[in-house]
């Protein structure tokens, strides 16, 4: 007996290793990865809340990038490897979660968490901080 995760032989079909970042698939995301990215984000629009801080920036039009692009990233401040680990987890669960709905498609965001915080506050209001930190940064809807 194979277990359900295990490959399909006769199909050669394989399950995927990870979720995708959207579970409905309205919003393409990838992930930020070099430095001049954060940096470009660090040089933009911040918000602040109790569990986190969002970096936000537009991306410029000569930018070939679509949709949403997000990172993450936790201080030494934080705690050691798995407190850093563990309160990124979380950020990109949030992050799943949150950005579909109320991210912006040519958006950079960067996702920065706090000592003693994003760890410990309960998912539904990490959640919340992080939409109450993109209506901040987004302003008004025209």
Known sequence: MTP?????HQTGTTPPAVSSCSADGSAEMSVLKTRKTF?????????????????????RPEEAASGIRVG??????????????????????????????HG??????????????????????????LVYALRKLHGPRE
């Open 4 to 8: 359900p995760e295990a490959p399909d």
């Open 39 to 59: 940096l470009m984000a660090a040089r933009a629009g911040r918000q602040g809340t109790a569990s986190m801080m969002v970096q936000a920036r537009e991306r």
């Open 72 to 101: 993450f990233t936790c201080s030494k401040r934080v705690g050691n490897a798995v407190a850093r680990n563990r309160a990124k987890r979380r950020l990109r669960e949030a992050a799943r979660a949150v950005l579909p709905d």
């Open 104 to 129: 912006r498609p040519g958006w950079d965001y960067v996702l920065i968490g706090r000592a003693e915080a994003t760890d410990k506050r309960p998912f539904d209001l990490l959640k919340g901080d």
